[in-house]
Nanobody, 115 residues
């Protein structure tokens, strides 16, 4: 079955960096679009970044452009989110997503940006 396992969240000070990882299994990873979404307290889940499967084209939310980078390693079936220059407003639960089949979500990983 499809599994998405996120890791790498935690507490970081403003201006710091974190790298999230999402290990995928149960589907053809290399040809599938993968994404990262986040849900802040009291808000709906929102797109952070997406990377397509074949061409590797990336798309970012305006709020993270220039600070976050999404990438993928097809040999490891893993997608990453490098987050730099973190701000308190980046605090949220971050979810990995695959467009495979009906679409699947990971369990989420908490990112807290606070001094």
């Amino acid at each position: 079955q499809v599994q998405l396992v996120e890791s790498g969240g935690g507490l970081v000070q403003p201006g710091g960096s974190l790298r999230l990882s999402c290990a995928a299994s149960g589907f053809t990873f290399r040809s599938t679009t993968m994404g990262w979404y986040r849900r802040a307290a009291g808000k709906e889940r929102a797109l952070v970044a997406v990377v397509s499967g074949v061409s590797g084209i990336t798309t970012y939310a305006d709020s993270v452009k220039g600070r976050f980078t999404i990438s993928r390693n097809n040999a490891k079936s893993t997608v990453y989110l490098q987050m730099n220059s973190l701000k308190p407003e980046d605090t949220a639960v971050y979810y990995c997503y695959t467009s495979w089949g009906r679409g699947y979500w990971g369990q989420g990983t908490q990112v807290t940006v606070s001094s």
